[in-house]
């Protein structure tokens, strides 16, 4: 019996999500998408864009999804006195002519049990809108250190 390897399970659920990956409609814009690179066995990482919406109607994000992670979930900080806490969000959305910032400190995607994410890899990532529509992008990795908020223990 032949053995899977961790790479080739990586490549092959690479092929399969970008076969059945969507198109992105025309009035959305994903621009400069990214991922902090992950130390070995890191149990979360942190994603970041920013989502234009060029349509005439409010975008709404209501699920994610990528293979170099278990799951995908919208994640906002706030401040509770001098803490800083993580909060899960159900949807993002943005307004007609309007640009949502997904950055560090601040709303941020949130990958849950990656794989080792090295710097200059290209991670896909799809949005499901409300209505069903798809968005599929790649976020690059980039290496700690270089604009990435490290998010260990979070």
């Keep these: 019996m032949r053995k899977t390897t ?3 399970a990586w490549a092959a659920a690479l092929a399969l999500f970008a076969f059945t990956a969507g198109g992105a ?4 814009a994903i ?6 690179e992950t130390p070995p066995a890191a149990t979360v990482a942190a994603g970041y864009l920013t989502l234009e919406n060029n349509g005439s109607e409010t975008l709404t994000v209501t ?5 170099a992670c278990e799951r995908v979930e919208f994640h906002r900080m706030e401040m509770d006195g001098d803490v800083a806490r993580m909060r899960p969000q159900e949807t993002l ?8 910032e997904l950055s560090s400190g601040g709303t941020h ?12 890899q290209k991670i896909p990532i799809r949005f499901t809108l409300a209505g069903g529509e798809e968005i599929t992008f790649e976020a690059v990795v980039r290496a700690r250190g270089h604009g990435s908020h490290e998010h260990h223990g979070h």
């Design 6 to 8: 961790p790479i080739s």
């Design 25 to 28: 409609p025309a009035d959305i």
């Design 31 to 36: 621009h400069d998408a990214w991922i902090a």
């Design 63 to 67: 699920g994610a999804e990528s293979p």
């Design 93 to 100: 959305s943005v307004e007609p002519g309007g640009t949502l």
């Design 109 to 120: 995607l949130m990958l849950i049990r990656p794989l080792q994410l090295t710097a200059g």
